[in-house]
């Protein structure tokens, strides 16, 4: 009896360069159990082993435990590899942060010991223009009273304290002169960088002042990103906004609108990149691209023209291209 996924049609539509895009319905799934692979010549796509008419239940199921043994080995693979490339950001990630910290609490000491050194000078210098005022003072009094033995002590003080005011004034202009320690800046993560530019030349329909529509499209889906917890400063940050800007601006993605746009499709092809945002794990992308070569191996084998065929060979293709991603 035929299910409603069986009856399901998929629409295609071939472009002039030979591949195909399909768009998926929200309701499409992939099954599990095939795991197909394509041959490097003859353009036919079949499985490792293939179900045969004649199997019995048991070499069927153990041809499904095969396969599920293969796919579950390549999970545990491809996870392990992301532990250990995640724990390895996370170190650079947090040496980076350490050496950052450590760079401005060293900038906020030499500022701290510039400003204090400052404040003493400051400090001894009013308290030699006291002394000099007091001389002064002693000096009158020692004059008015004809003391002329206190009147040598006034002009000694005096002189004294003169000079002591002259070397400090001395040293504070010096100290002047010299650029006080400026507080840290925080500079842009090279990494940040690097990823942006990447970014933007090849989608440079992208106005960085917001004045079109579509860039602040793209602003917002930013914003969005960042309070998900996406880091920049991850290449997946910047294929999730490509992913996404797709679904909202699908004009920049799926074709040039002009000959001289360079605008790139996006890692939105099912499996090219692996990410668990392409259609065949239920995420915002709900379109599979076909190659040239797949859609003309399709073509030499009869299935173009039978829907039935057509869809059957699609769904090995994604299911092809999940179990065998990239990491």
């Known amino acids: 009896m035929a299910t409603d996924k069986d009856k399901m049609q998929l629409d295609v539509q071939e472009d002039a360069d030979g591949s195909a895009v399909v768009d998926l319905p929200d309701n499409f799934a992939v099954e599990d159990d095939h795991e197909p692979k394509e041959k490097a010549e003859g353009g036919e796509v079949q499985d490792d082993e293939p179900d045969l008419p004649n199997d019995s239940e048991a070499v069927l199921a153990a041809k499904r435990a095969r396969r599920k043994a293969k796919r579950d080995l390549a999970k545990r693979s491809r996870e392990e590899k992301d532990v250990q490339l995640n724990a390895l950001k996370r170190q650079n990630d947090e040496m980076a942060r350490q050496l950052a910290q450590a760079d401005a609490r060293l900038q906020r000491v030499e500022r701290e010991s510039h400003n204090s050194f400052v404040s003493r000078m400051d400090k001894a210098i009013q308290d030699q223009q006291v002394r000099v005022e007091y001389a002064k ?13 206190a009147m040598v002590q006034a002009q000694e003080l005096m002189y004294e304290a ?7 004034e001395g040293q504070k202009r010096q100290i002047e002169r010299q650029p006080a320690p400026e ?11 690097r990823n942006a530019a990447q970014w933007l030349e090849r989608n440079n329909w992208y106005k960085v002042d917001g004045s079109d529509t579509d860039s602040r499209i ?68 709900r379109q599979f691209t076909l190659s040239p070569e ?27 291209d999940r179990n065998n991603r990239r990491s």
Not at 162 to 168: A, G, P, V
Not at 183 to 188: D, E, F, G, R, T
Not at 295 to 319: L, S
């Open 162 to 168: 003169r000079k002591d005011l002259e070397q400090l």
């Open 218 to 285: 793209a602003k917002e889906i930013d914003v969005e990103l960042s309070k998900e917890g996406w880091a920049p400063t991850d290449p997946d940050y910047w294929d999730e906004l490509d992913n996404r800007l797709q679904k909202y601006l699908p004009h920049r993605y799926n074709g040039a609108s002009d000959g001289n746009s360079t605008v790139r499709k996006p890692r939105n092809v099912v499996g090219s990149s692996g990410r668990e945002s392409s259609a065949s794990y239920g995420g915002s992308n």
């Open 183 to 193: 507080a840290p800046v925080n500079a842009p993560d090279p990494r940040v960088q």
């Open 294 to 320: 797949r859609v003309k191996a399709m073509k030499e084998v009869g299935a173009w023209d039978n829907p039935e065929r057509k869809k059957r060979m699609i769904e090995n293709f994604i299911a092809f």
């Open 137 to 149: 003072m002693k000096l009158a009094e020692a004059a008015n009273s004809n003391d002329g033995s």
